[in-house]
């Protein structure tokens, strides 16, 4: 089945050592997001790319820092991870980014800070 | 700026009675909008979506939204749960670009 994968599923990291996020697609879509969902909250979009041009939204952090090297994969990189970060991070893909078009989720990650 | 409001943060139900969430928003433009369920740990599905045409939109594990443009809302109705419905789920918008606009949820719970 075309799928959305995040790896891993639970990252344990301590306070200000770099962590790095992955997320894999099957599906061949051409856009790919990166949420942060902390509890009880709605899905903040941090950034996404369309195919390689990269999108940073105004009030994502600059410790926050993404990679896509090829269509499948997605990177999500926090350089120094504070306790403010542990949340829930999602992967999203899209076939298009008009709007209209659906967003497949990843399971997630779910990050917790030491 | 488009937002979402889902008033209702948690809603308890019985099994096999009627659940309405609701959902109202507000954009000086038109809009795209989704129902997304997420169970515990898990990333979001898509539930069902209203592009244009007919208002009322059918989706998934029989819920259904009714999208009404003078009152903004579109609310998400299931005329019967049942316990493996219980789980969170959000209304999101989209006005035609890549950004989606979540609101912060609503929280199903399901009693036997």
């Known amino acids: 089945d075309a799928m959305v994968i995040q790896n891993p599923r639970y990252q344990v990291t301590q306070f200000g050592k770099p962590v790095t996020l992955s997320c894999s697609q099957t599906?061949?879509?051409?856009?790919m997001y990166w949420y942060q969902q902390k509890s009880s909250q709605a899905p903040k979009l941090l950034f996404h790319?369309?195919?390689?041009?990269?999108?940073n939204e105004a009030d994502t952090p600059d410790n926050f820092q993404s990679r896509r090297p090829n269509t499948s994969f997605c990177f999500l990189d926090i350089r120094s991870p504070g306790l403010g970060d542990a949340a829930m991070y999602l992967c999203?893909?899209?076939?298009?980014?008009?709007?209209?078009?659906?967003?497949?989720f990843g399971p997630g990650t779910r990050l917790t800070v030491l | 700026a488009q937002s979402v409001t889902q008033l209702d943060s948690q809603v308890p139900v019985f099994e096999e009675a009627p659940v309405e969430l609701r959902c109202n928003y507000s954009?000086?433009?038109?809009?795209?909008l989704f129902w997304y369920v997420q169970y515990p740990n898990q990333g979001l599905q898509l539930l069902l979506k209203?592009?244009?045409?007919?208002?009322l939109v059918k989706g998934i594990n029989g819920f259904e939204a009714e999208f009404n443009k003078s009152q903004t809302s579109f609310h998400l109705r299931k005329p019967s749960v049942h316990i493996s419905d219980t789980a969170e789920y959000f209304c999101?918008?989209?006005?035609?670009?890549?950004?989606?606009?979540f609101g912060t949820g609503t929280r199903l719970k399901v009693l036997a």
């Open positions: 999203a893909t899209s076939n298009g980014g008009g709007g209209y078009n659906e967003q497949f």
């Open positions: 599906l061949n879509h051409n856009v």
């Open positions: 790319y369309y195919d390689k041009d990269f999108n």
């Open positions: 954009s000086s433009v038109s809009v795209y």
């Open positions: 209203y592009l244009s045409g007919s208002t």
């Open positions: 999101a918008v989209n006005t035609g670009t890549y950004k989606y606009i």
